[in-house]
């Protein structure tokens, strides 16, 4: 089975920059799509990017389209969620999804996603 572990979080001011990493256990991490979600207080999940096994397409928000990268490493079992131009609303806990299932097109409800990590909070101060 696939594990998820999350780091990169913290607190940043408004115009900065973070990079996230999730870095998975298990030998078929490059079968998966790989999916960053957040949530932040009082509010539900909400999608942020992902990413098809093959690196080749990958889906992002209307509200970090342009701002966020999402990429992976399949050598090293890892995928990173570049954030730059950081805002006050992109406060939250980020957590990275494995989707186990093959799909023709990349899953972007949480509730397509087999495996979670343990989430990092992220901070954006104005």
């Known amino acids: 089975q696939v594990q998820l572990v999350e780091s990169g979080g913290g607190l940043v001011q408004a115009g900065g920059s973070l990079r996230l990493s999730c870095a998975a256990s298990?030998?078929?991490?490059?079968?998966?799509?790989m999916g960053w979600f957040r949530q932040a207080p009082g509010k539900e999940r909400e999608f942020v990017a992902a990413i098809r096994w093959s690196g080749s397409s990958t889906v992002y928000s209307d509200s970090v389209k342009g701002r966020f990268t999402i990429s992976r490493d399949n050598a090293k079992n890892t995928v990173f969620l570049q954030m730059n131009s950081l805002k006050p609303e992109d406060t939250a806990v980020y957590y990275c999804a494995a989707d186990l299932i093959t799909r023709l097109i990349v899953a972007v409800s949480q509730y397509e996603y087999d495996v979670w990590g343990q989430g990092t909070q992220v901070t954006v101060s104005s």
């Open positions: 298990g030998r078929t991490f490059s079968s998966y799509t």
